[in-house]
DNA sequence: TTATGTTGTCTATTTTATTAGACAAGTAGA
DNA sequence: TCTACTTGTCTAATAAAATAGACAACATAA
């Protein structure tokens, strides 16, 4: 509810206008603006403020409850469904599990899959090895209250780390399983943060709705000495969470 | 060119094609993956690999065009004009000016306007005042080599520092204008960050294209003692700029 | 010059987005 | 029950997105 925007310029935009309507709604409720339960203004209401037909907002809201953001009842109005985001904190010591305590009751993080690979030019120098090297790249959904909160790519040496998958499965915890390695302790050396559209991939699996913005995390974890450990590229839907430096 | 999407479900993103093939091939530019000079395939190669329409394709790379990221020439082809993106770091010790220098010939900040407000609730509890205290407001527009980088808003309490807007108007610099009032030195408190789509007014003083993605942060600055001095909201283009913790 | 591959421009058609209006069906309070 | 207001559903018309095909204009190298 933060812009009016005429429709007239829509063309420009590429987007079309019931998703800029419902991504104005959402902004709203994910920023706090509006709480669970709250009513939102009627459909006709909601037309003329955004200056589009009561059809081009209902597709909007439709949208919305297929998200699960709110929830429309006949002859009632819309609902607030879904609180404002939570928030992944990053700093020295980042730990999925630990981060997310108090903000969900169940947490969760699965592996998707896991494959033997040759270090690209980024991972590579983002590891410290020679582009080629053999790597070991996992893939993992992690969950909030068995909602999708982040989808991660993570990328180690295989000469380091053999047979990580393997321990990864069995108890689908990076820090338990370094400490498996050895590894007591390990922190974050650096943490570059983007935003762009989710792919399809990222879409399906993070069960987010097409066209939505993501927040790109790529980090380094380092053992205490500064090795690196890990290569991680996290993706988080940002309607659901904010990164808290 | 990393995705490959069909245009069958199209009707459900509310993203039309053309810009969903300029959002993919722009992120291969903005990450590096094509370099300033390098040549686009053509035309039809394009259109074949993102399963669309020639005249889809050349919709994509006409807005590319408009962005400045790429340049079409006839009978030659399209090729890449704008670098990939420049990092801006986020520590203990944030400085805008500091932060850019070495990736940028010239850099500004210009203040769009200032205003005296009574504090939101959000801006209270940043600020550790009470709700409705007088605040004083900056909009500002920064800039490395005249391209548009950040826009901001800054919150400052005006009873604690009085006529800072005009003192800023004359030396841009917050670090400067807050040495006028004594504060040798402070420090970044909390950022958080979190992502959304440009509105209209950003869309214009940051000279985007409608639709672009802006990384948010949300940053208080407080001094040696940890008392807030300032709250800051700057929105970054996400094409342009990544976040370095 | 010629052959080939590139972008530029035109017309036409289909599909989707948006607007417009009318009325049914549900809710809540007087 | 009655009234006023809400969401749900239908038809229809217009605007924009996307597809399809043909050919012109330009660049490059043989």
Do not use: C
């Not at 991504?23 to 009513?39: C, E, F, T, W, Y």
């Amino acid at each position: 509810m933060t812009k009016t925007e005429s429709s007239s310029e829509s063309h420009l935009s590429g987007v079309a206008l019931w998703r800029r309507i419902a991504d104005a709604i959402r902004l709203d409720i994910v920023g706090g603006k509006r709480q669970p339960g709250d009513r939102l203004p009627g459909e006709t209401e909601l037309a003329e403020r955004f200056s589009a037909n009561r059809h081009t907002v209902r597709r909007a809201l439709a949208a919305l409850q297929a998200e699960g953001v709110i929830r429309t009842e006949q002859g009632r109005g819309s609902f607030v469904d879904q609180a404002r985001r939570v928030s992944y904190r990053i700093g020295k010591r980042t730990r999925f599990s630990e981060n997310l305590a108090g903000q969900a009751a169940t947490i969760s993080r699965d592996m998707l899959s896991s494959r033997l690979e040759n270090a690209t030019a980024s991972v590579a120098s983002a590891l410290g090895l020679r582009a080629g090297t053999k790597v070991t790249r996992l893939e993992t959904l992690s969950s909030a209250d068995n909602r999708p909160m982040s989808r991660a790519s993570i990328w180690l040496s295989y000469a380091t780390f053999p047979d990580f998958a393997t321990r990864f499965m069995e108890n689908p915890s990076i820090t338990a399983t370094l400490a498996s390695y050895g590894i007591a302790d390990y922190a974050r050396a650096s943490t570059r943060i983007s935003a762009r559209h989710a792919d399809a991939d990222e879409t399906a699996t993070l069960k987010l709705a097409p066209g939505a913005i993501l927040l790109v995390s790529e980090a380094v974890d380092t053992d205490l000495a500064g090795k690196p450990l890990l290569y991680a590229l996290s993706r988080f839907p940002a309607d659901l969470m904010e990164l808290v430096v």
